[in-house]
Nanobody, 115 residues
């Protein structure tokens, strides 16, 4: 079992920045593909970004060039740096961990972008 705890959500103005963090409970964090998903009210949960065990990152078109995902295997932590935020980025953001067999989820953290 892997426990994931997100932090760093909150309120930001359009054009502003937030940094999300996700701490994993297990020392084998380095063997998991880590991802960030988001779910807006009334919409499905969508992939925002993921990062492989080799630190190769990929992004959805909607956040490419604005968001950066990174991981620190020594600290069992993955981050999502979000810049140039837009109101449409408002959602609950979820951290995920996938090892090819199982997917684990955090409880989510709310991000609201509003003036």
């Amino acid at each position: 079992q892997v426990q994931l705890v997100e932090s760093g959500g909150g309120l930001a103005q359009p054009g502003g920045s937030l940094r999300l963090s996700c701490a994993a409970s297990r020392s084998i964090f380095s063997s998991f593909v880590m991802g960030w998903y988001r779910q807006a009210p009334g919409k499905q949960r969508d992939l925002v970004a993921h990062i492989t065990t080799g630190a190769a990152a990929a992004y959805s078109d909607s956040v490419k060039g604005r968001f950066t995902i990174s991981r620190d295997n020594a600290k069992n932590t993955v981050h999502l740096q979000m810049n140039s935020l837009k109101p449409e980025d408002t959602a609950i953001y979820y951290c995920s961990a996938w090892n090819g067999r199982n997917t684990y989820w955090g409880q989510g953290t709310q991000v609201t972008v509003s003036s």
